[in-house]
């Protein structure tokens, strides 16, 4: 015999399975955009991070072997055969703040880029996928001579963490990015 509060507990389940299989990720419930803002959060430094959900191929542990790529700016390591693909590896702390990276088991690849060219950046730590509301984003609080002017312009709060919003389309497209040339 089933009881009355089995079948209230039964008929909620339903409720949060139809809920779940309607669901569709940066839209809010009556089809319009979300409020939220998806991102890959990771640590630079002692900087909390976050990129576009959307730009992230793939988070990767550094691969056993690279090869230097001569003639090359000291913060690109090298290039890494990844399931058969070219992946230039950068060290994003070295480009950024003239420091390489301390690879640690923590350490992890953003892949990121182009099919055409893919681009894995090394960073310290990655704490996974976070969901920020767009509401409590704010202009990024930078200083003057941050190597992260132009390339952040909000962060995100959430209780009392600001994560900095790293615009991955700004670093492709920067000048000193692209010229990878040690000249």
Request: proline share 5%.
């Amino acid at each position: 015999m089933t009881s009355k509060s089995d079948k209230a507990a039964f008929r909620k389940l339903q409720e949060y399975q139809r809920r779940s299989e309607a669901f569709q990720p940066g839209k809010d419930a009556v089809g319009g955009h979300s409020q939220e803002w998806s991102g890959v959060t990771f640590r630079l430094n002692d900087t909390r991070m976050a990129c576009n959900i959307d730009r992230v191929q793939e988070i990767l542990p550094l691969p056993p072997s690279s090869t230097p790529v001569p003639g090359a700016k000291p913060w690109i390591l090298g290039l890494a055969n990844v399931r058969g693909n070219l992946m230039t590896i950068v060290d994003l702390a070295w480009f950024l703040y003239g420091r390489r990276t301390q690879v640690t088991p923590r350490s992890r690849l953003l892949a990121a880029g182009s099919q055409k060219s893919p681009v894995g950046l090394l960073i310290d730590e990655v704490f996974g996928q976070r969901h920020f509301l767009n509401g409590d984003a704010t202009d990024a609080a930078l200083a003057a001579d941050s190597p992260l002017r132009g390339l952040v312009k909000r962060q995100h709060l959430l209780g009392t963490e600001s994560w900095q919003e790293l615009e991955l389309d700004q670093l492709f497209k920067s000048t000193e990015f692209l010229n990878g040339a040690a000249i």
